[in-house]
């Protein structure tokens, strides 16, 4: 479990994380989004001790992290997949980590194989893809076997395969019990992923709930529908308290009833349906309508003038 309160971060007068109170629990994974400039990777790295809090706190199972006695025990994580030694090779640079926490050779292999990668673990990281530098990353993060789990941007830059990797990972880390906080911008990816949310704004907290409230809560839902009677439903559905837009493809979207609702009406009125789908909008949607006060630094429509 890790636990936020009044978590803060100033540099001078900007307080980039502000005010900051959350708890990640385990078994599940819980995704942290936020527009670019967040503050995301700052509250990362003041869990991980290596940025100091203006003030407030971050405890890892109960305990600030440079109070834990291994923390590669207690808490792995990949926050920069490059920060790697390019000229040591792969099986050294965990071995280098492994010995200074009190882990053994047989765990690093155990975590090489975890990770694919124990094949290519006498190569040089230098010459490693950006897929298999991630890998290596999480490597990392899982050497000591930590019940704690943070993941920034892991599946940054990588192909299809990399992605599907990152989330089975996630997905059984949390099953076996583990606290798992992952950040990501790929919205369609965390809604296969993540089962909680956290999303953040200029620093402060925007929400803190399941994934499949945050799409109902921020989100708006509607029902297509498709009728050889289109102008009567249409006008049955109006004078019923629905509001009705025409699709250029002659179906109707529908708001403000369900598709029970519509279904109903039209069987009362013996109208033929063609179709009749619920809507709601995606994840990406809902993340888009409930931040777009937080984006630091957005485009202007194109061709807006000033
Ligand atoms: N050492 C520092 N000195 C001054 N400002 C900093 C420092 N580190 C981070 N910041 C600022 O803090 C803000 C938050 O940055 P952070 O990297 O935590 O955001 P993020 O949510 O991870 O963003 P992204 O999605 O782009 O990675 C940014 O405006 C950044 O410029």
């Given at each position: ?108 292999e155990e975590a090489l194989g975890l990770v694919g990668l124990a094949d290519v673990a006498g190569r ?86 399941g994934l499949d409230a945050f799409v109902r809560s921020a989100a708006r839902q509607a029902v297509l529908v498709r009728t ?79």
């Amino acid at each position: 479990m890790i636990e936020l309160r009044q978590l803060t971060k100033r540099y001078g007068e900007v307080a980039v994380v502000d005010g900051l109170s959350f708890d990640v629990r385990p078994g599940v994974v819980t995704g942290f989004l936020g527009p670019n400039g967040a503050g995301k990777t700052s509250t990362m790295r003041m869990i991980l001790g290596l940025d100091r809090p203006t003030s407030g706190s971050a405890t890892i199972g109960g305990r600030r992290y440079a109070d834990l006695p291994v923390p590669l025990r207690e808490v792995g994580a990949l926050l920069d997949a490059h920060a790697v030694h390019p000229r040591r090779t792969a099986v050294d640079h965990l071995l280098s980590l492994a010995y200074g926490n009190g882990i053994g050779r047989r765990r690093v292999e155990e975590a090489l194989g975890l990770v694919g990668l124990a094949d290519v673990a006498g190569r040089r990281p230098g010459g490693f893809s950006l897929g298999m530098k991630q890998r290596l990353g999480i490597a990392v993060a899982l050497l000591g076997d930590p019940p704690v789990v943070l993941l920034d941007e892991p599946v940054n830059g990588l192909d299809p395969e990399g992605i599907r990797w990152i989330r089975t990972l996630t997905r059984s880390l949390a099953s076996e019990g583990r606290t798992v906080l992952l950040s990501s911008h790929l919205m369609s990816e965390m809604a296969l992923t993540a089962d909680h949310l956290v999303v953040i704004g200029r620093g402060r907290l925007i929400a803190d709930t399941g994934l499949d409230a945050f799409v109902r809560s921020a989100a708006r839902q509607a029902v297509l529908v498709r009728t050889p009677d289109a102008p009567r439903l249409a006008s049955l559905l109006r004078e019923a308290g629905a509001a009705v837009r025409p699709g250029a493809d002659g179906g109707l979207t529908v708001t403000g009833m369900s598709g029970a609702e519509v279904g109903g009406l039209a069987g009362a009125h013996g109208i033929v349906l063609h179709e009749l789908t619920p809507w709601r909008a995606s994840l990406e949607e809902a993340y888009l309508e409930l931040t777009g006060d937080s984006v630091e630094f957005a485009a202007s429509p194109a061709g807006a003038v000033s």
